[in-house]
């Protein structure tokens, strides 16, 4: 995990930019990283941008404690999970990670709401689809079936057109990484979701 040590020293110093008590953290890989309008996107969540470059989920659990140290949120907003599957790790690690994720979140936090935001589709690593639609399946049933205060929010299926392939304008030129386009939808589903499930 030491190839992360630059970003976490970088997101341990977003807390000294803000002028206000973070009430909404986004936590997670490089779609949260490189959300450039996520503090005039979000400002009525009062939000502030852990996410870190490169990151999987293993990674965000290994340094929760350390990047959460500050903060007592009143919400986290969490992607990860398709970097895992980019480095060759199965679905059922991943799984396993993210009930670590929701353990240290309840340690820290309590039982604040938490919402999940399903690995999107991406066009770089469309092979991979069937462990990507395995991976948001499990995680999601174990939300409905054992997690009260997380949320399953569902951008997979927002980002496929009619013909069931990813929609490229909401991608990168790597298409991987999200467009402007991409970060417009993401707002607007993520929003909605945590508006309607407070």
């Not at 030491?2 to 970088?10: H, L, Q, T």
């Not at 341990?12 to 949260?32: A, D, N, R, V």
């Not at 500050?70 to 799984?95: C, M, S, T, W």
């Amino acid at each position: 995990m030491f190839w992360y040590e630059d970003e976490i020293k970088r997101i341990e110093q977003e807390s000294l930019k803000l002028s206000y008590q973070p009430e909404t953290i986004f936590y997670g890989s490089s779609s949260i990283r490189l959300w450039t309008n996520l503090y005039t996107d979000f400002n009525y969540l009062k939000p502030i941008n852990l996410g870190f470059g490169g990151s999987t989920l293993a990674a965000c659990v290994w340094y929760f404690e350390r990047v959460m140290k500050p903060y007592q949120p009143k919400r986290l907003v969490f992607y990860a999970g398709d970097n895992d599957l980019g480095d060759g790790r199965h679905p059922e690690e991943i799984f396993i990670f993210f009930q670590q994720l929701v353990a240290r979140v309840d340690k820290r936090f309590g039982a604040i709401p938490c919402y999940f935001v399903s690995l999107k589709p991406s066009l770089a690593r469309w092979r991979q689809l069937d462990q990507y639609r395995f991976t948001n399946k499990i995680i999601n049933q174990e939300i409905a079936t054992h997690d009260s205060n997380w949320k399953f929010i569902d951008v997979y299926s927002k980002m496929l057109h009619s013909g069931g392939m990813p929609e490229q304008k909401l991608y990168a030129w790597d298409g991987l990484h999200l467009s402007k386009e991409g970060y417009l939808l993401w707002k607007q589903v993520i929003s909605d979701f945590i508006k309607a499930n407070p």
